[in-house]
């Protein structure tokens, strides 16, 4: 058993896999959290019963491998890590101490198929082909969480060689297989054009074709040295050997714990974490107590998200308020979906602090197929929460970068599990699984009207809330004012006022502030691209000066606080103040800031050019000095 490259063909086209930069977004901090989100993913899609467990095990410090250990598991790779041009930065020597991350996953059905299986054969769910012999093709259908067929590629890139091996256990057939990949680019070595992938089994004597190891005594010293719990339970472990250092045991249980808490408070899922000196098992008895071990500026919102996920999952199904169906080809939003029986109801609800379950029919139209009714469901809670931003939750895995218009002051999860719209969201899915996308490959054309869906699911929250708040006496015409959607599309044009974020919904003796009318002598009106300003319900004072914040929202922090001129810079293209106003006088615009004196009642401040793609954060207030 050795690892094998195959040599290249004359005219064969030179490779360089850029998969796993898929997973380099924005949304995703750090390798340990992409590696979490698709790895657990992953052991869902394959699970055999109720439960879910995966355990993951840092091999550090004093279970590092030493090179007489991990002699027999290299052999035949090293000449192909250090040769030029293959990919690698900072390759480890053959001598160096190999740090390693097992990841396993219980209750699952293993890599089943034919492993003799040379090309993709359609229809045929051959797992253990698609994870190892295929590239951008999966085996998985509506029923699973996964659709590009790419989420193993967090293993290898979370590898400093680039590699890692998958040892199985088949449920259908007990068969043990054991084998490993490499990805690295196209290389030239020793006057030979070498293919990327590298393979290590049993190579076969007639062809270049590699097969996994099935021999007891090699798979039983391979799980000793690599310190595997597996041993007859149906399942995969796979392991990273050469970690990268940025995967720590810290990240690893926060990605776990801000990706998963719903499956895991549901119990369909628990993790156990486990490296030199510790071990953790996060389930839903101990989900709320691992929190305390997290870092102080993570403990409060998760502490406050998981609450109301764990009164989602026992109480929301005692009161839900059913909206009327919408059955309109193009979804689009009407406040008429709220049944006018109980509008009243639910606003005192939402009013009084209390957390409201909404069940939200809609008809979904796959091409080529009948329409069929599905739904999702949408919670909420008045809490003071200040940023106000929408959780999704699609089949137990949370998008985490959604771009949807928020509801300061209110917390809520929408959560999406019915098969025909989860289906389509996750048809709609980038490959990371971050974003809803209305030109991804997987669901463009694939739906009448797809784009609408996605709208109406992410602006589900934020229309629920303002159409409750358009039919209350006591409205407050600044909701929405400080944080606004681009684009615009239906909602362009609607005046809202100003209410900055530091200044959001709060608790007041232990109560939950409810929605009132907070006048002011200016008010923010979305336009397409940007903002203005004009006069609100109070009179302004004469001379008045205005200052104004302005930034592109962030996934965590104080957007106003991280700006960056990177983003933007006020009067520098395409960022344009000038032609449209009226009343003002601009005293200084530089950055993100803006100081505007009033020199009319009748004023009006234009600001447009942002990216249309990001959520901008806005804030004004009344200045005295400068």
């Known amino acids: 058993m050795k690892w094998s490259f195959r040599k290249q063909n004359p005219g064969e086209i030179t490779r360089d896999p850029i998969i796993g930069e898929f997973f380099s977004t924005e949304a995703i901090e750090n390798p340990a959290e992409a590696l979490v989100r698709e790895g657990i993913q992953n052991a869902l899609d394959a699970r055999r019963g109720e439960e879910v467990r995966v355990r993951i095990f840092l091999g550090t410090e004093s279970h590092a491998l030493k090179s007489a250990q991990t002699s027999l598991w ?10 030029k041009g293959n990919g690698l930065r900072e390759v480890p020597a053959s001598s160096d101490l190999c740090s390693y991350l097992v990841f396993e996953d219980f209750g699952t059905t293993g890599l089943q198929g034919d492993i003799h299986q040379p090309f993709d054969e359609p229809g045929n769910k051959n797992s253990f082909f698609y994870f190892f012999r295929a590239e951008g093709r999966s085996a998985k259908g509506e029923k699973d969480r996964g659709r590009w067929g790419i989420g193993k590629h967090v293993f290898p890139r979370s590898s400093r060689i680039s590699t890692y091996f ?43 074709f590699v097969l996994p190891i099935t021999d007891a005594k090699a798979l039983d010293h ?34 776990v714990i801000s990706g998963y808490f719903y499956p895991i408070l549901n119990g369909e899922l628990m993790v156990d974490i486990e490296a030199a000196n510790q071990t953790s098992r996060i389930d839903m008895t101990t989900l709320m107590s691992e929190i305390v071990a997290l870092e102080a500026n993570e403990k409060s919102e998760l502490n406050s998200l998981i609450g109301f996920a764990d009164w989602i999952i026992h109480n929301s199904a005692q009161k839900e308020y059913v909206l009327n169906p919408c059955t309109l080809e193009a979804p689009i939003w009407s406040s008429d979906l709220i049944p006018q029986e109980v509008f009243e109801d639910i606003r005192h ?118 159409a409750l708040a358009a039919k209350d006496k006591q409205k407050d015409p600044y909701l929405f004012a400080d944080i606004f959607s681009l684009p615009l599309d239906s909602l362009e044009g609607n005046d809202t006022g100003s209410a900055t974020t530091s200044k959001g919904g709060g608790k007041t003796g232990g109560k939950p502030k409810k929605i009132v009318r907070r006048e002011k002598p200016y008010q923010i009106t979305k336009i397409h691209g940007g ?19 302005v930034a592109y929202d962030l996934r965590k922090g104080n957007p106003l606080k991280k700006y960056s001129p990177t983003d ?22 530089e950055e993100n800031q803006i100081l505007l004196e009033v020199t009319d009642s009748d004023f009006q401040f234009v600001v ?11 804030e004004i207030e009344e200045v005295k000095e400068v």
């Open 74 to 83: 290299f052999n035949g790779i090293w000449d192909h890590l250090h040769t």
């Open 166 to 208: 998958g040892f199985t256990v088949r449920a259908d057939d007990g068969l043990k297989l054991l084998m490993g990949h490499s990805i690295l680019k196209s290389h030239k070595m020793d006057g030979s054009n070498y293919a990327p992938d590298g393979y290590f089994g049993e190579q076969n004597r007639d062809s270049a």
């Open 222 to 255: 391979f799980r000793k040295d690599f310190h595997l719990s597996r041993k007859e339970e149906p399942g995969l472990s796979i392991t990273v050997p050469f970690l990268d250092s940025e995967i720590t045991v810290q990240h690893i249980k926060h990605a």
């Open 349 to 466: 609800d939402l009013d009084n602090g209390k957390s409201i379950a909404f069940h939200v029919g809609l008809k979904v139209h796959q091409k080529g197929k009948k329409p069929v009714m599905s739904y999702f469901n949408v919670y909420l809670r008045q809490d003071g929460f200040k940023s106000g931003r929408p959780v999704f939750i699609r089949e137990g895995i949370i998008i985490s970068d959604i771009h949807a218009p928020r509801a300061p002051g209110v917390r809520s999860v929408v959560i999406v599990e019915d098969k025909p719209l989860a289906t389509l969201l996750g048809d709609s899915e980038n490959p990371a699984h971050t974003q809803w996308q209305k030109d991804s490959s997987n669901f463009k054309n694939k739906y009448a009207n797809g784009k609408n869906y996605i709208e109406f699911v992410t602006r589900s929250v934020s229309n629920i809330v303002s």
């Open 531 to 549: 903002f203005k300003v004009i006069p609100g319900s109070l009179p302004i004072n004469p001379h008045a000066r205005l200052r104004i914040l």
């Open 568 to 589: 933007f810079e006020i009067g520098k293209h395409p960022i344009k103040y000038k032609g449209a106003q009226r009343g003002i006088t601009v005293i200084n615009a």
């Open 608 to 618: 447009n050019g942002f990216d249309e793609k990001r959520d901008l954060i806005v």
